[in-house]
T-cell receptor, first 115, second 111 residues
Framework: DGGITQSPKYLFRKEGQNVTLSCEQNLNHDAMYWYRQDPGQGLRLIYYSQIVNDFQKGDIAEGYSVSREKKESFPLTVTSAQKNPTAFYLC??????????????FGDGTRLSIL | KNEVEQSPQNLTAQEGEFITINCSYSVGISALHWLQQHPGGGIVSLFMLSSGKKKHGRLIATINIQEKHSSLHITASHPRDSAVYICAVRWVETSGSRLTFGEGTQLTVNP
């Protein structure tokens, strides 16, 4: 079955550490996205990529970095510059076409906490 | 600032009731999505629509482009429908495929 796999499900980070969240998809989708979800707020876009080797900042990119070396993979690094990293992180992917109006498929998320 | 507003924030219903969740947005869109987030956090796409109405099982989504408003209806609600329902839009002026999300509606259906 095709889908999106995020790992790990739970992640703990010490202050000052960088951590990388994994996102892999086997849907053959060109576009991939990273969102952050905080209690009582809507999903906010961190970074997105519509093609391999290219990505754009979303609304809250500061303190995060990404890479898109392969179509299937879009890892997110939460750097020590991100002052409030505790949140639920969701990865998504979609086809690109029909004027960009395509449904997004989501992973199950990674919950990041600071020790 | 372009905004997406959902109402109500929280909704409790008895099994079998007809449920309506509303979504309003501020400017023109090219598509509106309804999503369902389960208690564990995973999100499933329910509908994507740009006009009219779509139906899937007990779920119905409608959109009124002139009024900038969409509704998600659940007929004969069941406890397994308990989840957070999220509205998201792609603005007409957006380049690319990025979406803006509402804060979600927490639905609880009691047996």
């Amino acid at each position: 079955d095709g889908g999106i796999t995020q790992s790990p499900k739970y992640l703990f980070r010490k202050e000052g550490q960088n951590v990388t969240l994994s996102c892999e998809q086997n849907l053959n989708h060109d576009a991939m996205y990273w969102y952050r979800q905080d209690p009582g707020q809507g999903l906010r876009l961190i970074y997105y990529s519509q093609i391999v080797n290219d990505f754009q900042k979303g609304d809250i990119a500061e303190g995060y970095s990404v890479s898109r070396e392969k179509k299937e993979s879009f890892p997110l690094t939460v750097t020590s510059a991100q002052k409030n990293p505790t949140a639920f992180y969701l990865c998504a992917s979609s086809k690109v076409g029909q004027g960009y109006n395509q449904p997004q498929h989501f992973g199950d998320g990674t919950r990041l906490s600071i020790l | 600032k372009n905004e997406v507003e959902q109402s109500p924030q929280n909704l409790t219903a008895q099994e079998g009731e007809f449920i309506t969740i509303n979504c309003s947005y501020s400017v023109g869109i090219s598509a509106l999505h309804w999503l369902q987030q389960h208690p564990g956090g995973g999100i499933v796409s329910l509908f994507m629509l740009s006009s009219g109405k779509k139906k899937h099982g007990r779920l119905i989504a409608t959109i009124n482009i002139q009024e900038k408003h969409s509704s998600l209806h659940i007929t004969a609600s069941h406890p397994r429908d308990s989840a957070v329902y999220i509205c998201a839009v792609r603005w007409v002026e957006t380049s690319g495929s990025r979406l803006t999300f509402g804060e979600g509606t927490q639905l609880t259906v009691n047996p």
